[in-house]
């Protein structure tokens, strides 16, 4: 069974840091690509960052670059995703997904709310 578990979110003032993990079971990590997606109230989640386990391959949407990070720990089988001088704009659920790199079959945790007041 295929679990991705969330955690780290929590109310923080702007400018804060907050570090979210989604920690993996059931999956063959390597075969995957780990993304982080967040989504405001009546809007479209949106991708922020991911990371093809297999070679460490790295993306992030243009509104995050150079404030967040995506890593992952191996040994943990977890993703995280350090996220730096927040703003209220970043307010939102992070979603953590696993997309298969080849199937593109993907599965989603159940989010964590990340509020930044101003």
């Known amino acids: 069974q295929v679990q991705l578990i969330e955690s780290g979110g929590g109310l923080v003032q702007a400018g804060d840091s907050v570090r979210l993990s989604c920690a993996a079971s059931g999956l063959t990590l390597s075969n995957f690509e780990m993304q982080w997606f967040r989504q405001v109230p009546g809007k479209e989640r949106e991708f922020v960052a991911g990371?093809?386990?297999?070679?460490?391959?790295?993306s992030y949407a243009d509104f995050v670059k150079g404030r967040f990070t995506v890593s992952k720990d191996n040994v943990k089988m977890t993703v995280l995703l350090q996220m730096n001088s927040l703003k209220p704009e970043d307010t939102a659920v992070y979603f953590c997904?696993?997309?298969?790199?080849?199937?593109?079959?993907?599965?989603w945790g159940q989010g964590t709310q990340v509020t930044v007041s101003s």
């Open positions: 990371i093809f386990w297999s070679d460490g391959s790295i």
């Open positions: 997904r696993a997309v298969h790199r080849i199937t593109t079959r993907a599965y």
